[in-house]
């Protein structure tokens, strides 16, 4: 799986994109089964079906960002919620220099709080930057997957995120998923003590559901209410092309 845009500055230049995408992952555990980047990775292949489907610049991702509650485990590294601001504030500056006015931030880690702040003052004189996916557009990808677990209790390398990797990279996902289900409960004080308070393997939900069907119909729903977003920042959302739908799982 190549998690890395190809495109030439010639190719660039001749489509002119108004919106860029930025892919923001982790770098965190994700229990025995996934690998520490599988937040980035899952934002990678989002943001690249995304590019596939619209006339946006898909960006590199940012692979490190806010996994604090994760830093009991060995090999997740974090960076600070004030650092990942100023990147995504770098590469907004950037890319206006280059006439790209719109920011897409597609979030691949429920841990990135700060993000939802990023996009809210950068809106203040008008819309240029989303957040995607929303809550709203899981939910409604969850269903389109027929997914069985809910998002509390899928919270952290559970169904949607297997399922996604199983559909689009599952050379990332190793033996024994099926049997690393775990309930972490209704974890009240996650923010004060982290996810070692509510699970030892590292899983907050149920990965034995997943399936790479189900991953390919979630993802397609989320390129789908991409086109969402594009309108709420003033852009065409015409959608996805015939060729496109003609690809979609029924």
Same mark, same amino acid.
């Given at each position: 799986?190549?998690?890395?845009?190809?495109?030439?500055?010639?190719?660039?230049?001749?489509?002119?994109?108004?919106?860029?995408?930025?892919?923001?992952?982790?770098?965190?555990?994700?229990?025995?089964?996934?690998?520490?980047?599988?937040?980035?990775?899952?934002?990678?292949?989002?943001?690249?079906?995304?590019?596939?489907?619209?006339?946006?610049?898909?960006?590199?991702?940012?692979?490190?960002?806010?996994?604090?509650?994760?830093?009991?485990?060995?090999?997740?590294?974090?960076?600070?919620?004030?650092?990942?601001?100023?990147?995504?504030?770098?590469?907004?500056?950037?890319?206006?220099?280059?006439?790209?006015?719109?920011?897409?931030?597609?979030?691949?880690?429920?841990?990135?709080?700060?993000?939802?702040?990023?996009?809210?003052?950068?809106?203040?004189?008008?819309?240029?930057?989303?957040?995607?996916?929303?809550?709203?557009?899981?939910?409604?990808?969850?269903?389109?997957?027929?997914?069985?677990?809910?998002?509390?209790?899928?919270?952290?390398?559970?169904?949607? &995120?297997? #399922?996604?990797? $199983?559909?689009? %990279?599952?050379?990332?996902? +190793? *033996?024994?998923?099926?049997?690393?289900?775990?309930?972490?409960?209704?974890?009240?004080?996650?923010?004060?003590?982290?996810?070692?308070?509510?699970?030892?393997?590292?899983?907050?939900?149920?990965?034995?559901?997943?399936?790479?069907?189900?991953?390919?119909?979630?993802?397609?729903?989320?390129?789908?209410?991409?086109?969402?977003?594009?309108?709420?920042?003033? &852009?065409? #959302?015409?959608? $996805?092309?015939? %060729?496109?739908?003609?690809? +979609? *799982?029924?």
């Amino acid at each position: 799986m190549n998690l890395l845009p190809t495109a030439t500055s010639t190719d660039v230049e001749e489509q002119q994109p108004r919106v860029a995408v930025l892919p923001i992952g982790s770098f965190e555990q994700h229990g025995r089964c996934l690998p520490l980047i599988t937040d980035t990775a899952i934002a990678c292949i989002i943001a690249r079906e995304i590019a596939d489907a619209y006339p946006v610049h898909l960006l590199p991702p940012v692979t490190m960002s806010c996994s604090h509650e994760h830093g009991s485990w060995p090999g997740t590294v974090s960076i600070s919620a004030k650092t990942l601001f100023a990147v995504i504030e770098d590469i907004r500056a950037s890319l206006a220099r280059s006439d790209i006015e719109k920011l897409v931030i597609v979030n691949g880690h429920g841990g990135n709080y700060v993000l939802s702040n990023v996009v809210q003052e950068a809106n203040v004189d008008g819309p240029c930057m989303s957040l995607f996916p929303l809550s709203s557009d899981w939910e409604r990808a969850r269903q389109h997957g027929g997914l069985v677990s809910d998002r509390h209790g899928d919270m952290h390398a559970g169904e949607v &995120e297997t #399922s996604l990797l $199983l559909h689009a %990279a599952p050379e990332l996902v +190793r *033996p024994g998923y099926e049997n690393a289900d775990h309930d972490g409960g209704a974890r009240r004080f996650l923010l004060t003590l982290g996810m070692g308070a509510y699970t030892d393997s590292g899983v907050i939900g149920y990965p034995s559901h997943a399936t790479a069907a189900k991953g390919e119909a979630v993802l397609a729903s989320l390129t789908d209410t991409f086109a969402e977003h594009l309108k709420a920042l003033g &852009e065409p #959302s015409a959608g $996805l092309s015939p %060729a496109r739908l003609s690809e +979609r *799982p029924a």
